[in-house]
């Protein structure tokens, strides 16, 4: 495998004519939107004391992602081992 006939998309690799995977999309951006979530709770815990008030709903929203996030690759392994069975 010659590495021009390559592409990579964010670390994974695929052969030419193969597209990324939606479900490799929402992985990414899901968990990408979770750790960008995760910063800013942290900063508005530790820094911004006066907008401490939205910690609640952010940590709501980021377990969201997180079981959203998690789902997404469970179900698609689960649904794959169910296959094979």
């Given at each position: 495998m010659d590495i021009k006939d390559d592409r990579i998309y964010l670390?994974?690799?695929?052969?030419?004519?193969d597209a990324m995977p939606i479900r490799v999309g929402f992985h990414?951006?899901?968990?990408?939107?979770?750790?960008?979530?995760?910063?800013?709770?942290?900063?508005?815990?530790?820094?911004?004391?006066n907008f401490l008030k939205y910690a609640p709903a952010l940590g709501i929203i980021i377990f969201t992602l997180a079981v959203i996030v998690f789902?997404?690759?469970?179900?698609?392994n689960l649904k794959a081992?169910?296959?094979r069975a």
């Open positions: 670390g994974a690799r695929f052969q030419m004519g990414v951006v899901l968990a990408i939107t979770f750790v960008v979530l995760l910063i800013l709770k942290i900063t508005i815990v530790r820094v911004y004391r789902a997404i690759s469970a179900g698609f081992a169910l296959r």
